[in-house]
């Protein structure tokens, strides 16, 4: 059996801080100085918070350039005292050639009563119950204090507190730990590529760094803020054509915008979506299952939903689309008029960042503070994805 590593034993920073930073496990530099981040991923993260404004002192700057090991670690921990930043890693050990499969098995190898979910999908692979003692370890540390933001680096990170690796789909956006292997609920989190994938996948740091500026402003609170949204997801022939004509008379009292979306199936279209403002959409369905059965109850409201989707695109109102592209080729085969389609917040977005993704979802992560709805699909294969993402 492994001995797990004393709570705090092989952390840096207070142990009361408002904002924790999980890793992986240690690496060589880690091994040899015993606090998480101590090598050359350890700086560049230090890099990484700089450009993110996460108000560094001259002092850590310059120790992250010039000084050795072992005065880089102490100006920063002079710092993450200041800053009120703990920093610590799932697994207080270095593996076998830093490999983390090191401390896996296959699910065969294990007990029936094994109930963790596995930290690796390929060739899916289950920690060793030897291993286990050091989520209790995290779990001890994590709560020790009230903390504002757990922000987990990397897919290990991200599997420990909400129980999925799969942190290309859950990086950027917020939410609460749950069904994580070290059953810590409630705790805010926020997942980002571990430091060390910087070097291997050069393109992702500059997402880091807009997850970096993210996390600085939610370290201010502790509670998830999502803001108030009102969208009509089911809606009667009433509800649509009601919806319609406020849209309408809005539009001719004051400045207006519509933003259409459109999701498909099977090469039809399957509902249309309508934002009139940042908190008010509607949502029209056509289709309600996979076996493509209408939504409505009757070929008379179908044809007066249409009607009212038609308004709504061929009206003066601007329209702001996402990849219009995609959506137009559609619209457009249905026989649908789009009037005034004045910007696409893709290539607006690409425009300035040509560096980053420019999918919704990504989008979604960095602008917004809403959860990772790509991962909200009930049935995968039900829709077509924009070629954006």
């Not at 406020?246 to 090469?267: C, K, Q, S, V, Y």
């Not at 009139?276 to 409201?301: M, N, Q």
Request: proline share 5%; aromatic share 8%.
């Amino acid at each position: 059996m492994t001995t797990c590593s004393v709570p705090f034993a092989h952390t840096a920073g207070p142990h009361d801080a408002r904002c924790i930073m999980i890793g992986e496990a240690w690496g060589e530099q880690e091994d040899q100085y015993g606090v998480p981040f101590a090598g050359a991923s350890g700086r560049e993260f230090a890099r990484m918070l700089i450009e993110s404004g996460w108000d560094i002192d001259d002092l850590l700057a310059h120790a992250v350039a010039q000084l050795s090991t072992h005065d880089f670690l102490a100006a920063r921990e002079e710092w993450l005292q200041r800053a009120s930043v703990l920093l610590t890693n799932v697994f207080a050990l270095r593996p076998t050639n830093n490999n983390l499969a090191y401390l896996c098995t296959a699910r065969s190898d294990l007990p029936t009563s094994y109930a963790l979910p596995p930290i690796r999908s390929e060739n899916p692979r289950y920690v060793k119950e030897d291993y286990l003692p050091h989520l209790q370890r995290l779990r001890t540390e994590v709560e020790h204090g009230p903390r504002n933001l757990a922000l987990a680096l990397g897919g290990t990170a991200c599997w420990s507190l909400v129980g999925s690796h799969a942190i290309g789909r859950l990086r950027g956006a917020v939410s609460t730990a749950r069904g994580g292997p070290s059953a810590l609920t409630g705790i805010k989190v926020l997942p980002t590529y571990h430091p060390a994938a910087i070097f291997r996948a050069w393109q992702w740091r500059v997402i880091v760094l807009a997850d970096l500026i993210k996390a600085k402003r939610e370290t201010a609170f502790a509670e998830v803020r999502r803001p108030a949204r009102s969208v009509i997801v089911n809606p009667s022939i009433e509800d649509v054509e009601a919806w319609t004509d406020a849209t309408m008379l809005r539009a001719e009292n004051e400045h207006a915008f519509l933003a259409p979306d459109i999701e498909t199936m099977n090469g039809q279209i399957r509902c249309i979506g309508f934002a009139r403002s940042r908190s008010e959409a509607l949502v029209i369905p056509f289709i309600k299952d996979l076996r493509g059965t209408s939504y409505w109850e009757d070929e008379d409201h179908e044809l007066r939903a249409w009607e009212c989707v038609r308004a709504l695109l061929a009206s003066d109102i601007p329209k702001i689309f996402q990849n219009g592209v995609f959506d137009l080729q559609y619209l457009i085969r249905a026989g649908l008029r789009v009037a005034h389609a004045q910007h696409d917040t893709m290539l607006l977005h690409h425009a300035l960042y040509p560096e980053l993704q420019k999918g919704l979802g990504f989008l979604g992560s960095v602008y917004t503070n809403e959860p990772a709805w790509k991962t909200m699909r009930l049935h995968k294969g039900e829709e077509e994805l924009k070629r954006d993402e």
